[in-house]
């Protein structure tokens, strides 16, 4: 079943609730009413027989219409209407001796004797009683028709409930307005959000949001900021890519041109054609880092899964004697030092190794010739050194922002070795410290609790 | 035609001076800010090309500095970011124009025979004089509709003394136009091209002014 939305549910919960207020309050009404009524009038009525049976009725023919007239005057003045009020004198064997000319000839002269009854007389419901008269040698009854004390209660419950009738449509409309003025805040939220575009990740505007919501409102603008802030890291590194390939673009369109123009010069063709090689390395290895660093990215939250124990000491020697040739080639000295703890035993061990492989490629393509570049891996730490090289405070900084290669590198190089090194150690809760030391410049990866 | 290459990157560098030297010009190469800011200081440059992205100083910096001492070379800017801001920071440093990576070489020519040509006030693309006509777009010589073959330090040669007319060119200037700072110049180098020029197009191309230069006449 569809559900109704939250206003009109609201909204007709309201109104069986206070409807069933409202009859409960209407019922106790008229039952207080009736009783009030019948309190008065029963008191009016014991007194009115009170008064006939302290009459002498020997001598009635003589004062039947001096007493009959004064007692119809004396009820009119009680009661502007008296039709509903009658009376009849019996004598103990039943006789009719006296009554008040209109109903009182109908009233039966037996019947419940000393309390009020309910009887039948000619067609009505009337409410009756009878008293012996202080001489006991009459019955008086009094008796008043019911319908009419009906109508009086009716009167007087009307009166007491049209006000608060008027007050519960009142109510009800306050209520209403208050509910659509109050949902009006939702409902503009619920437009907006409609009406949004795909791409418009700007906050909701929260002005005027009831309390109650504005913990929705909050964490739908923390999603959309989010969601902002990952798609704005996503453009950036989108832009700086393609920037970054535009520089080995370059050069190898201008060292292709050079080759074409040199078919007929060998010496000159063989040295483009050799830049080009050079050209498409740059690419190759550029293209091969950004998939990384996006993979990487892509990956950050799959990866804690994928663990198993590192073996470092396997790691450093395979990557030492990866880059044993380049070392030569620099006549670098690649000394290992795997004697203790690394900062994290248990991983991915493929990415483990890119972090490494980064540091010392690093270490390698930034130092002299003839340097030494050092890898220890113990006391917690993985550290990678290149002696007699220094890196200027100021560029320090700048290490691991993405694609930042101070200028005037002459080695290839993406400038995202140091943000995959980072990267990496993030994952598995390590920071990863520079500085210039004794051993020369040292790149360091270290627990972050530490 | 000499021109001045600061650029940083090894392989975009030797790629532009390779190819321009092979279109006929002189390109003396910079990788430095500093070394490059100083030699258009020292030494005169028909154009200069200047990557924004330099190490030691800031390709803007330098540009800046040059026309605050006067310098009035055009300047030719290589930019890899693609965003307008650059461009237009390049442009109002006084930049006479700019390339944005990745560019052809040809286009590079293109550009910067442009700017020469504004430069000298010569606007048409081709410049016809005693029979002869020359393309700097090209590089092609023609006289009297034959294609000329001639080799690029001559081309550069012609062309110097095409652009020049009715001017006295100095054998030192010439030297220096068509030279960069690492060719090698034998002492009676311009002498040899000129005579080339002579036997190739016409004896009276060019006309040697004693002890001072060369001229063409109109």
Redesign the interface.
């Known amino acids: 079943m569809k559900k109704l939305n939250l206003r009109v549910r609201l909204l007709i919960f309201l109104i069986l609730i206070s409807a069933a207020v409202f009859i409960t309050a209407g019922v106790l009404s008229w039952k207080e009413a009736s009783e009030k009524v019948d309190e008065f009038f029963d008191t009016y009525q014991i007194a009115l027989a009170r008064r006939l049976s302290t009459t002498d009725w020997t001598n009635i023919t003589h004062e039947m219409q001096k007493i009959s007239d004064k007692l119809v005057d004396d009820i009119s003045n009680a009661e502007d209407e008296d039709e509903s009020i009658g009376f009849a004198v019996f004598s103990n064997d039943g006789e009719r001796i006296f009554h008040d000319g209109e109903n009182g000839r109908y009233f039966p002269p037996f019947g419940r004797k000393g309390s009020f009854g309910t009887e039948r007389i000619d067609g009505e419901k009337w409410r009756v009683i009878r008293l012996t008269s202080t001489d006991n040698r009459f019955i008086v009854a009094v008796g008043q028709e019911l319908d009419y004390r009906n109508e009086i209660v009716e009167d007087m419950f009307e009166e007491f409930m049209t006000p608060w009738a008027i007050g519960w449509g009142v109510m009800l409309l306050a209520i209403i307005l208050m509910l659509t003025k109050e949902f009006a805040p939702l409902n503009r939220l619920a437009r907006q959000l409609k009406q949004r575009k795909g791409d418009d990740l700007s906050p909701l505007d929260e002005t005027d949001i009831p309390g109650e919501v504005k913990p929705l409102t909050g964490a739908v603008n923390y999603l959309l900021n989010q969601t902002q802030e990952m798609l704005q890291r996503e453009k950036s590194f989108i832009a700086d890519s393609a920037h970054e390939l535009r520089s080995p673009l370059t050069a190898l369109k201008v060292q292709l041109e050079v080759a074409q123009m040199s078919a007929d010069d060998p010496q000159k063709l063989n040295n483009a054609l050799d830049k080009l090689a050079l050209g498409i390395n740059r690419a190759e290895r550029l293209v091969e880092q950004l998939l990384a660093f996006s993979r990487i990215e892509a990956g950050f939250d799959s990866l804690p899964g994928e663990s198993s124990p590192i073996d470092w000491a396997q790691i450093a020697t395979q990557i030492a004697e990866d880059y044993t040739p380049a070392a030569q080639a620099k006549n670098i000295n690649l000394a290992l030092d795997i004697t203790g703890r690394a900062p994290f035993e248990h991983g991915n061990p493929v990415w483990a190794a890119l972090m490494l492989k980064n540091m010392v490629d690093n270490a390698i393509k930034y130092s002299p010739e003839s340097a030494t570049v050092s890898i220890s891996i113990k006391y917690n730490k993985i550290k990678v050194c290149n002696s007699n090289t220094m890196v200027d405070e100021d560029k320090l900084k700048h290490l691991g922002q993405r694609f930042y290669r101070p200028a005037g590198q002459k080695t290839t190089g993406s400038g995202l070795g140091i943000s995959i090194i980072m990267k990496i150690a993030a994952l598995y809760r390590c920071r990863v410290a520079f500085a210039n030391t004794d051993e020369g410049f040292c790149v360091s990866i270290l627990p972050l609790k530490d | 035609m000499r021109i001045l290459l600061i650029e940083?990157?090894?392989?975009?560098g030797?790629?532009?001076k390779?190819?321009l030297e092979?279109f006929g010009f002189a390109v003396d190469w910079f990788?430095?800010g500093n070394e490059g800011h100083e030699s258009l200081l020292q030494a005169q440059y028909d154009a200069v090309i200047l990557d924004l992205?330099?190490?030691?100083r800031d390709g803007l910096s330098i540009l800046k500095d040059w026309r605050s001492r006067g310098k009035t070379e055009p300047v030719l800017i290589l930019t890899?970011?693609?965003d307008v801001d650059e461009r237009i920071a390049g442009l109002n440093s006084g930049a006479d124009d700019y390339l944005?990576?990745?560019?052809?070489?040809?286009e590079v020519q293109a550009r910067l025979n442009a700017l020469i040509r504004r430069k000298s006030g010569v606007v048409v693309p081709e410049i016809n004089y005693k029979g002869v006509t020359f393309n700097p777009q090209t590089r092609k010589t023609f006289y009297q509709g034959k294609e000329i073959t001639l080799s690029p330090k001559e081309t550069a040669l012609l062309e110097l003394l095409l652009l020049n007319r009715n001017k006295v060119l100095s054998k030192e200037m010439i030297e220096n136009k068509i030279y960069a700072w690492d060719d090698e110049v034998s002492s009676n180098a311009v002498e040899v091209h000129i005579h080339h020029l002579r036997k190739k197009l016409h004896k009276d191309i060019v006309k040697t002014i004693n002890k001072i230069g060369y001229i063409m006449e109109d």
């Open positions: 940083d990157d090894s392989l975009i030797d790629g532009i390779t190819g092979n990788r430095d992205g330099l190490p030691g890899a970011r693609g944005g990576k990745p560019f052809s070489l040809k």
